[in-house]
């Protein structure tokens, strides 16, 4: 089975509103998770990570939430700009240290800024 | 802004030949890693490289896929008998530490 998925595959909101992006692991031992963003044509874009000692991470108009007990992922995207549209990836790395190494990317979940 | 580089962006190759497929990492980066996205599919590991050797890999890098740093500056992926189902878009990336960079990708079309 899927060891990391997400639990919409499209999001619509209103430019300006904010933008909640959700992620379920299935692996407990993952000590390390990524948020990346993947324009149409283009690589994926590192967001923000979190490691498992952490529930909180905050970066710039972003904060990943990590709730371990039942092993759910969020990114909020504060105040959305068109330029927030893409496709979002969560990544898990069930290995030591952070970087690519290893990691398993859920499906994706596809955000759609409406003007 | 630094980023990673890929050549070419669009590779059409024939069942059965050899491809390589290039990147130019992020030139203080130390790791080194290989990804491909098959159309309309996860992100999925191929292989992680760092000290001038390969540090992990997943089941899809079999003895078809093997890597290379020929120069201190180039990172490739050679696959030697291209299949059908290795039609996909292939990204590199490079990372120091934590935060990875990824490349724009190539595109590979095994015909």
């Known amino acids: 089975g899927e060891s990391v998925g997400l639990h919409l595959p499209t999001l619509s909101v209103q430019e300006g509103d904010n933008s909640i992006i959700n992620c379920a692991y299935s692996?407990?031992?993952?000590?390390?998770f990524i948020w990346y963003k993947q324009e149409s044509g283009k690589g994926p874009q590192f967001i923000i990570d979190?490691?498992?000692?952490?529930d909180k991470r905050q970066g710039q108009r972003v904060t990943v939430l990590l709730n371990k007990t039942v092993k759910h992922l969020s990114l909020q995207i504060a105040a959305t700009q068109p330029g927030d549209s893409a496709v979002y990836f969560c990544?898990?790395?069930?290995?030591?240290?952070?970087?690519?190494?290893?990691?398993?990317f859920g499906k994706g979940t596809h955000l759609i800024i409406q003007p | 802004e630094p980023e990673v580089t890929q050549t070419p962006s669009h590779q059409v190759t024939q069942m059965g030949q050899e491809v390589i497929l290039r990147c130019v990492p992020i030139?203080?980066?130390?790791?080194f890693y290989w990804y491909r996205q098959i159309l309309g599919q996860k992100v999925e590991f191929l292989v992680s490289?760092?000290?001038?050797?390969?540090?992990?890999k997943s089941e899809i890098f079999d003895d078809q896929f093997s890597v290379e740093r020929p120069d201190g500056s180039n990172f490739t992926l050679k696959i030697r008998s291209t299949k059908l189902e290795d039609s996909a878009m292939y990204f590199c990336?490079?990372?120091?530490?934590?935060?990875?960079?990824f490349g724009q990708g190539t595109r590979l079309t095994v015909v």
């Open positions: 979190i490691r498992s000692n952490m």
């Open positions: 030139s203080n980066h130390l790791y």
């Open positions: 990336a490079s990372s120091l530490i934590d935060e990875a960079f």
């Open positions: 490289f760092y000290n001038n050797e390969i540090s992990e």
């Open positions: 692996n407990s031992a993952s000590d390390y």
């Open positions: 990544a898990e790395n069930m290995r030591s240290g952070g970087g690519a190494d290893g990691l398993t």
